[in-house]
């Protein structure tokens, strides 16, 4: 008997419901197979065995590897993240001193291109592969508490766009409070179209969701509009104190609402009105105001012109070596302390652990070491190997369009999903499908920046 589209939609829910997750150091394995990649596009580029402006080469050493970590060979991660990185420190013992080009000064970071763009290429990945059997459930979002892939994924989203706000925040001028948000809420206003736009497309077409996620009506579309103007009114708080302060005085009122009682009602009250029906979506909002605070501070530690005049520098006695050994420096010292005080809480705390439903404290900490710390392997990559320009164009390509490439690949991931019935196919269907899509999400943005110069802003 042939299944009707009610009952599969009940199928795909129960799917993607009741994970339990996986551990923080395969997330962290898995993930680091974005710095193995730079390290062997690194060595490759200055070996001159491959074309850098080539989109074939790059499409096959960032997605492909990347891809297999999170679905065939998600069982083997570390074996493909340490073999590339091997791969990729031969090639370099192998350049001769002639052969190996010195690199031009550029004050673009070619890190943070690469940071970036690999947080996106995980995060349209992880959008439609989980529809798949061949994405493990461990990889899937936690229905409540514990740590998976794809929380770690929707953390760094946020965290990543507070560090590439940071450069706006340090050349702002003297503006008025009614200028400044009045800029937010027209940059807002996009995104929360794009939110309604999704919700309507998802009731019209009755599309399988999740409502322990966010709620019946909220969708991640709505937590980044609404991000702009709340970091505009607490941005002035900046002149007395840093962004990190802010962000985790956020964090630990929040933390301290929830265990007041907020987080039994958010798990467990009934949704009879707007607030109880979208509580996820409403309340988690402050966890990732939070990170995106702190995301603006970790941005204006590495774009700041200053640094060896920072008191970590001058303490450990490195202000006088090249900025971007300090930035390491920096990075690690910040993303150490937050490993410190999020295994501190989860010891002391065990029964409030990691929840991306309501992005409580030990998330906070979670995603912030987490993103500091591949930030920093990143950094520490290039401060020795060092890279001309921008970086990857592919990479370049796609952070000048970040928010289309998401949402193409929102799209993209609804029709595939309207199409054809995903958990269904086999292993060499899903895999086929993945990589056409992955294709398409990365060459599109490409032939919009590299061939006509197209920068859509939302």
Known sequence: MEMTEEAYKLAKEAHVANCTGGTINEVSMVCGSIVSSHMLWIALARSKWINTDSFLPQFIIYVLPVLSCLTLASDYASWVTIGMGTISLIISWSISDAEDSKVTPSNYKPFLTVYRAGTMISTCIAILAVDFQFFPRRFAKVETFGTSLMDAGVGSFVFSSGVVAARGYINQNNQSVLTQMIKSIRSAF???????????????????????????????????????????????????????????????????????????????????DLISANKEGIFSFFGYLSIFLLGLDCGVTIFRNDISQSRLSRWLGINEKPEIKQTTVHLFSFSALMWVLFYSWVYMYPDYYVSRRMANLPYILWVIAFNTSLISCLVLVESKNGVSGRGPPMLEAVNINGLFTFLLANILTGSINLSMRTIYADDFISSLVNVLYMLSVMILPWIMWRRYKLRIKF
């Open 190 to 272: 996009p995104i929360l179209a794009l939110g309604f736009a999704r919700l309507f497309l998802t009731k019209s077409v009755n599309y399988q969701e999740h409502n322990s996620e966010y709620g019946l009506h909220w969708n991640f579309f709505f937590t980044l509009g609404f991000l702009p103007p709340f970091v505009t009114l607490l941005g002035f708080c900046r002149k007395m104190v840093p962004f990190s302060i802010l962000g985790l005085l956020t964090a630990v009122i929040y933390q301290v609402s929830l265990c007041q009682g907020l987080q039994e009602w958010i798990l467990n009250a009934p949704r009879v």
